[in-house]
C-alpha cells in the first residue's frame, strides 16, 4: 500500500477519532479496523491520527517542505531498478540515464517527459532511500562445501596479493555446488571466473566436477574473456589444482597460483560473486538432472552479458581496523565491468570497439526478462523429475 493511500484512510478516520476522544472500546475497533487496512502497527496509529491532525486544513496539505520527486518518479525509478535486477540504490545511480536512453530507444519507457527530466536529477542518497522502500527482503540458507585439497598444490605457488595493481587478465576461480542439503551423488556445479581489475565475470555451468569438465569450461573462459587471460587463481581444490590443469595452465602461458587452505578472503573477488551471482539466482536448490547443464548454460550466457554491461560494482579503496572493527572507503562512482573495461589502458583498442558494437545491440529490460523466463523454466523442470522437489531456491 502506497503512503498516499495511507494518509487517505487515515484522513477518512480521523473524525470518528477524534469523536471517539475517552472511548477507549470505540478507538481500540477504529485501530483494529485501520491496521487490518494499512498493515501499520498498533502503537503507530495514534501518533498517525495526530500527524492528520497537524496537517494544514487548507488543502489538507502536509507542513513542511513539498515533495519534489513525487510517486510517477518512484514508479519510473521502478522500472530502471527491475531491469537492474533489484540492485542497491549505490550501484544503480550510475547506470540510471544508460538505462532510460536504450529503454526509450527500444520503445519500453512509458512514462512522461517531467518525470523523467526530474528522475535524471535524483541524487545518490534519494536513489538508495527510495530502492530501499522497493526493497523486499530475502534470506537463504546457507550452503556446504565441496572443496576438497589436492595432493598436487605443494608444487602450485600460494598467491595473496597485492591485487590492486595487476591488469586485466588476472583473475579468481572457484566452483560452487548445486548440491541443496547433501554432498551425495550427481549433480551440477558452476564453475566462476571473476577478473581482478575489471570484475568481468565469466560463469559456466558442469555436470559434477571432474577435472575434464571443468577443463573444458576453463577453455571456454580463454575464448570468451575480452581479454588475454594471464593469471588463474582458484582455491586448493582437486579440480583445479590436479596435473592435467596444470599442464593445460602451463600450454597456454597461463600462471597458475592458489589461496591458503582455509582462506576465502585470499579469493575474496570471487567468492563474493558466488554469493551476488550464482546463489542470488539458482538459490541453494539441488539441480541433479543432467539434460539441465545445456539449459543452465543458455541462461548463463545471458547472464553474462546482462551482469558485465548493465549492473555495476563498487570496489573498495581502503580498509582499515578502527578498534574491534573495519573501516571501509569504497569508491565513489561505482561501474560496471564493461565501462572499467573500457577505461582500462591494458586492454586493446580492437578488444573495446568489439565490446562496444556488443554493448550497443543490447537491452537490459528484454535481457532481464528473459533471464526470468530461463530461470522459472529450469526450476520447472527441476521440480518436474522429481515431482515434489522442494523449492528452496525460489526463497
Not at 12 to 40: N, P, Y
Not at 69 to 74: A, M, R
Not at 250 to 256: F, K, M, R, S, V
Request: hydrophobic share 35%; with cysteine; net charge positive.
Amino acid at each position: 500500500m502506497t503512503m498516499a493511500t495511507k494518509h487517505d484512510i487515515l484522513y477518512t478516520h480521523l473524525e470518528s477519532w477524534i469523536q471517539a476522544r475517552g472511548d477507549k472500546k470505540a478507538r481500540s475497533e477504529i485501530t483494529k479496523h485501520v491496521c487490518f487496512v494499512t498493515g501499520m502497527h498498533p502503537k503507530s496509529i495514534p501518533r498517525a491520527f495526530r500527524r492528520e491532525q497537524l496537517r494544514d486544513s487548507i488543502g489538507n496539505k502536509r507542513a513542511g517542505r513539498p515533495v519534489v520527486f513525487g510517486p510517477e518518479v518512484t514508479a519510473a525509478l521502478y522500472d530502471i531498478w527491475e531491469a537492474a535486477n533489484y540492485c542497491c540504490g549505490e550501484l544503480l545511480h550510475s547506470n540510471i540515464p544508460e538505462f532510460v536512453t536504450i529503454l526509450k530507444r527500444d520503445g519500453q519507457w512509458n512514462h512522461t517527459n517531467e518525470a523523467t527530466e526530474k528522475l535524471l536529477l535524483v541524487k545518490e542518497h534519494t536513489v538508495r532511500r527510495r530502492v530501499s522502500a522497493l526493497r523486499t527482503r530475502h534470506h537463504g540458507d546457507k550452503g556446504l562445501s565441496g572443496t576438497k585439497p589436492s595432493a598436487l598444490k605443494t608444487i602450485i605457488p600460494i598467491f595473496k596479493g597485492p591485487w590492486d595493481d595487476l591488469p586485466p587478465g588476472n583473475g579468481q576461480l572457484d566452483t560452487v555446488a548445486h548440491c541443496g542439503s547433501s554432498l551425495a551423488g550427481d549433480f551440477i556445479w558452476s564453475l566462476n571466473y571473476t577478473d581482478i581489475a575489471t570484475y568481468w565475470i565469466v560463469t559456466r555451468a558442469q555436470w559434477n566436477k571432474g577435472k575434464r569438465a571443468t577443463l573444458e569450461n576453463m577453455e571456454f573462459v580463454k575464448d570468451t574473456l575480452p581479454f588475454p587471460w594471464l593469471m588463474g587463481h582458484p582455491d586448493s581444490g582437486g579440480e583445479f589444482i590436479n596435473w592435467l590443469a596444470k599442464d593445460w595452465f602451463d600450454q597456454n602461458n597461463i600462471a597458475l597460483t592458489r589461496s591458503q587452505p582455509n582462506k576465502k578472503n585470499d579469493n575474496m573477488c570471487v567468492e563474493e560473486r558466488n554469493g551476488h551471482v550464482v546463489r542470488k539466482y539458482l538459490g541453494y536448490m539441488r539441480l541433479d538432472h543432467y539434460d539441465l547443464v545445456d539449459d543452465l548454460n543458455e541462461f548463463y550466457a545471458t547472464l553474462n552479458l546482462y551482469l558485465n554491461h548493465f549492473i555495476a560494482v563498487r570496489r573498495t579503496e581502503e580498509k582499515k581496523r578502527v578498534g574491534a572493527k573495519y573501516v571501509r572507503k569504497y569508491e565513489r562512482k561505482p561501474q560496471t565491468p564493461y565501462r572499467r573495461v573500457l577505461a582500462h589502458s591494458a586492454v586493446s583498442k580492437e578488444a573495446k570497439e568489439r565490446l562496444t558494437a556488443i554493448h550497443e545491440t543490447l537491452n537490459p529490460l528484454t535481457m532481464k526478462r528473459h533471464l526470468d523466463t530461463m530461470i522459472l523454466k529450469i526450476f520447472k523442470l527441476q521440480r518436474g523429475s522429481y515431482g515434489t522437489e522442494r523449492e528452496d531456491g525460489l526463497r
